[in-house]
């Protein structure tokens, strides 16, 4: 087995002795302030975003999330009645969107799942299927 080296570099001008107790926190930089405003401005702007776009928004994600298992997949097709091509063609269709909502509408496990995956109350799901229909 090999020996550890006796330092190792953090920087290229600073070296650490192995073992040593250095606080190795690193200061944010003098605009991670302005950085932490932009993330917040960016969570506020989605919340007030119109209930159609944050709907569409929320139902490709969650057709992103039945995509990512095979099964649910094929079964979200076969009772759809949808293909890849179809699927592919309509993701900007209320339609299509408001299929994979009632779909995990229809089976609460997958529902409550989604969500969860998602991070929205199941009740958010649903509400995103009203929104797609008005």
Same mark, same amino acid.
């Given at each position: 087995?090999?020996?550890?080296? +006796?330092?190792?570099? &953090?920087?290229?001008?600073? &070296?650490?002795?192995? #073992? ?10 003098? =605009?991670? =302030?302005?950085?932490?405003?932009? =993330?917040?401005?960016?969570?506020? %702007? ?6 159609? &776009?944050? %709907? ?7 057709? #992103? ?12 097709? =076969?009772?759809? #009645? ?18 994979? *909502? ?11 799942? %989604?969500?969860?995956? *998602?991070?929205? +109350? ?9 929104? *797609?229909?008005?």
């Amino acid at each position: 087995m090999r020996n550890p080296p +006796e330092t190792y570099s &953090t920087r290229k001008d600073t &070296t650490i002795p192995y #073992g040593s107790r250095r606080d190795t926190r690193v200061s944010p930089p003098a =605009d991670a =302030d302005a950085d932490a405003d932009a =993330d917040d401005n960016v969570e506020v %702007a989605s919340q007030r975003a119109d209930p159609h &776009t944050r %709907a569409a928004t929320l139902a490709l994600a969650a057709i #992103g999330w039945v995509l990512q298992d095979e099964s649910r997949a094929h079964r979200y097709l =076969d009772l759809t #009645g949808l293909d890849p091509d179809m699927l592919r063609a309509g993701l900007g269709d209320p339609r299509v969107l408001g299929s994979v *909502l009632d779909f995990l509408a229809n089976h609460e496990p997958d529902l409550v799942s %989604a969500a969860d995956a *998602l991070g929205v +109350e199941p009740a958010e799901l649903i509400a995103a299927r009203k929104d *797609l229909s008005r």
